[in-house]
């Protein structure tokens, strides 16, 4: 089955520097990368997704890449603020029909002022 | 529209004590899919629900079991509960299938003494 990993599992940085957050997925039949971000005490909401037609795609100060070759995508966070704290989640999921979408661990992002 | 409901927030309960937990999808949504959160595990595929049909399981016991009804609206029940099942237990809906965007409820804090 399908399995994703998750690199840094906690990544500090000062307010206006990047982030990168790195997944690697085992299922190369996987075509669907949603990252979710979680604050603390609230559900995982959905900040951005791509699907493996595309490389890479963007929304404002958040980017993410994919390799579907190397078989992993990142997300990158510009110009952190910081109500960006957050755990953030990467996901991946195949094309079958009922195939389950499989998180990474999380990565802790705090970002200070 | 609504977002995905789950009740009850919290619960206690002794080991060996069964339980059952409810997830209300958005209005539409056809597939409902659960997920056990730990600290340091990040969140773990249960099984997904589409129309009535368990299209997927993870790799749990089975004491984990689910059910989804006409109405789309989904229960899980962990019977013989043990320490180790203390978790968050979140449901997502989505559209029609579980790679499509999941839409998380704001979870069952289950506490096993």
């Known amino acids: 089955g399908e399995n994703v990993e998750q690199h840094p599992s906690t990544l500090s940085v000062q307010e206006g520097d990047s982030a990168v957050i790195k997944c690697t997925y085992s299922?190369?039949?996987?075509?669907?990368f949603p990252w979710y971000k979680q604050e603390l005490g609230k559900r995982p909401q959905l900040i951005i997704d791509?699907?493996?037609?595309?490389g890479e795609k963007k929304d404002q100060r958040i980017a993410v890449t994919l390799n579907k070759t190397a078989k992993h995508f990142s997300l990158h966070i510009t110009e952190t603020q910081p109500e960006d704290s957050a755990v953030y989640f990467c996901?991946?999921?195949?094309?079958?029909?009922?195939?389950?979408?499989?998180f990474g661990k999380g990565t802790t992002l705090s970002v200070s002022s | 529209k609504a977002g995905v409901t789950q009740t009850p927030r919290y619960l206690i309960k002794t080991r060996g004590q069964q339980v059952t937990l409810s997830c209300s999808p958005i209005?539409?949504?056809?597939?409902v899919s659960w997920y056990q959160q730990t600290p340091g595990q990040g969140l773990q595929f249960l099984f997904e629900?589409?129309?009535?049909?368990?299209?997927n399981k993870g790799n749990f016991p089975g004491r984990f079991s689910g059910r989804q009804f006409s109405n789309s609206r989904s229960e899980m029940n962990v019977s013989t509960l043990e320490l180790g099942d203390s978790a968050l237990y979140l449901c997502?809906?989505?559209?029609?299938?579980?790679?499509?965007?999941?839409?998380f409820g704001p979870g069952t804090r289950l506490t096993v003494l």
């Open positions: 997502a809906s989505s559209l029609v299938q579980g790679r499509d965007t999941q839409y």
């Open positions: 996901a991946a999921s195949g094309p079958q029909a009922g195939t389950a979408l499989i």
């Open positions: 629900y589409f129309s009535e049909t368990q299209r």
């Open positions: 209005s539409g949504h056809r597939s």
């Open positions: 791509i699907r493996s037609n595309v």
């Open positions: 299922d190369s039949a996987s075509n669907y």
